[in-house]
């Protein structure tokens, strides 16, 4: 999930399943286009990509889909998209978990109510409370596609991020320090093995290096220091480590934004979700031109399997 930015939405990459994703013309984008949502004109807050379809939050708190799942519902702070569930965030605050085929209708599969936290009440501040999908309001708790849907994390925890990979996740905690847990059987946990972790683990080769974001591919993990420094391991079939390999094959890539709001994109682009005009597939960093010829400033990233979502604004603004 892209953290929540004001700016214009782009899209490029895979399209077949009819995901809002630039012009949705055929079935991929080689190169970044204007979003076009179900509601045209709509102010996009958030946008989570799954393999087949797409949620877009607009400000207005509602939620829309495109792609092989369609429909839109109001009332909605948040969303996250999982080709196995699609969990919304409403009001009140209750957690609501769907089947993506049923379009929003009917009744979810399971729904939490959540209950507030008082902001301070037991040190954790307001960047933790206004925590994206899938880490919960009060980063107490995270949800999953597979059951058991809620999660609660440990609260020494002090969880400030938390995304998920095909089999693993990652926390970033309040002080920088990193966790993983989960399937390890690609090096995507970062503990020198090929070990499953069943709790989160203390990535020991960072620490004392602060980190500022976490990202989980399928499987393999990205990590940027507070200096700008960015650390990835894992699997790197498609070159998505940005290290050499025999065979590109088809998964995985890597989208790294710069403290400039550059964009680089590398590993596999068989759909152009690289964003280069081509669907030529790279195991190097190589900047997307068209925002630097746009005279745009990247934002946010969400980045889909086979597709990419950048928020970008104007050089200059705030």
């Keep these: 999930m892209a953290e929540e930015r004001r700016g214009s939405w782009f899209g490029f990459g895979f399209c077949g399943f009819g995901q809002a994703l630039g012009s949705g013309r055929g079935r991929q984008v080689h190169s970044p ?3 076009r949502t179900p509601g045209a004109g709509a102010d996009v807050r958030r946008v989570s990509a799954s393999w087949s379809y797409t949620a877009v939050v607009t400000r207005g708190g509602q939620v829309q889909l495109s792609g092989a799942a369609g429909g839109a519902a109001g009332g909605c702070r948040d969303a996250w998209a999982s080709e196995a569930l699609l969990v919304v ?9 769907w089947a993506p085929a049923c379009a929003l209708r009917g009744e979810p599969l399971w729904t939490h109510t959540l209950v507030p936290e008082a902001e301070g009440a037991d040190g954790a501040g307001a960047e933790a409370q206004a925590a994206a999908l899938p880490l919960l309001p009060g980063a107490r708790a995270y949800v999953s596609p597979r059951p058991p849907f809620y999660r609660p994390l440990a609260p020494e925890l002090r969880a400030r991020r938390l995304e998920l990979g095909a089999e693993h996740a ?8 990193v966790f993983s847990w989960g399937q390890g059987r690609h090096g995507q946990l970062g503990h020198g093995t090929l ?5 989160p683990r203390l990535l020991e080769a960072l620490q004392g290096l602060p980190m500022a974001e976490v ?4 499987w393999h993990s990205v990590c940027v220091s507070e200096t700008g420094d960015i650390y990835i391991w894992g699997w790197n079939e498609s070159g998505q480590l940005a290290l050499p390999t025999r ?13 400039t709001g550059e964009l680089y994109t590398w590993g596999w682009g068989k759909y152009g979700q690289l964003g280069h005009k ?26 889909g399997l086979w597709n990419t979502y950048v928020c970008a604004v104007e050089r200059g603004e705030s």
């Design 195 to 199: 070990e499953a972790e069943p709790e």
């Design 33 to 35: 286009e204007p979003l």
């Design 278 to 303: 081509d669907t030529t597939s790279l195991d190097r960093p190589r900047r997307v031109e068209y925002f630097v010829d746009k005279q745009l400033q990247v934002r946010a990233v969400s980045c």
């Design 215 to 218: 990202a989980a591919g399928g």
């Design 247 to 259: 065979s590109l094959a088809e998964d995985g890539k890597t989208v790294a934004r710069e403290g």
């Design 89 to 97: 965030l409403r009001a009140g605050p209750e957690l609501q978990a």
């Design 170 to 177: 990652l926390l970033l905690d309040e002080a920088g320090q």
